[in-house]
């Protein structure tokens, strides 16, 4: 650990560009704060693992299902007639603002 001298603004902490430049290239960072400090470093590559873990350990719990069919896509025809049947009336933003009018 390195530290360094930080420079809080209204935009956040700013940290001397030699020391992201060490890190190489990277798009985030993680914070997390001690009792001793504050640690700044590259966001960890194992996110995609901690996710599949979590994931798999939902599924144990029951807390996540596997659905027993496939999802499927309703034919052309369908598609078109739903599309040109929900087109029609008053648009769900215009229903949302006017009951709130009665309620108001």
Do not use: C, F
């Amino acid at each position: 650990m390195t530290t360094i001298a930080a420079k809080v603004t209204d935009r956040g902490i700013l940290i001397p560009r030699r020391m992201v430049k060490a890190w190489g290239k990277i798009e985030e960072v993680e914070i997390e704060q001690r009792s001793d400090g504050i640690l700044i470093r590259p966001k960890s590559v194992t996110i995609p693992s901690q996710h599949a873990q979590i994931v798999r350990e939902m599924k144990e719990a029951g807390l996540i299902e596997n659905l027993p069919w496939e999802a499927s896509l309703p034919s052309p025809e369908v598609r078109i007639y739903l599309t040109e049947r929900l087109s029609q009336g008053t648009p769900l933003s215009e229903s949302i603002l006017m009951d709130r009018d009665e309620y108001a």
